[in-house]
């Protein structure tokens, strides 16, 4: 406490040079433009990482299987198969593989990958 009170008394009793404003402004211009050039970094990183991510997201959802059920679409239509001709299929060969399966359980799993 006794160093803070004589720093206090120190500087009312010294006599301070005159500030040179020159100085003064130009150390002042020079840590508000250091300031101006941080904040500036930040959002720029902060904006290119949001780009990033919305162009990872928009990638990773363009690559779905979109383009597999429009060729299987179109091998429908080409080969003039009707879609309860292929729900038929389908269920033929789901019994086929039960009843032919080693592990029940496996090929439940099987089915409720394929549908979802």
Known sequence: MMNIEKKI???????????????FLD???????????????LSYGISMSVIVLLVGVLAFTQLSNSASD???????????????????????LAVYLIENSDDIWATMEFFYEVNN
């Open 27 to 41: 150390r002042l211009h020079t840590t508000r433009e250091k300031r101006i050039r941080s904040q500036q970094r």
């Open 9 to 23: 008394q120190n500087l009312f009793t010294e006599e301070h040079a005159d500030i040179n404003p020159d100085s």
């Open 70 to 92: 429009i060729q299987y679409e179109e091998y429908l239509i080409s080969e003039n198969i009707t879609e309860e001709m292929a729900e038929e299929y389908y269920d033929e």
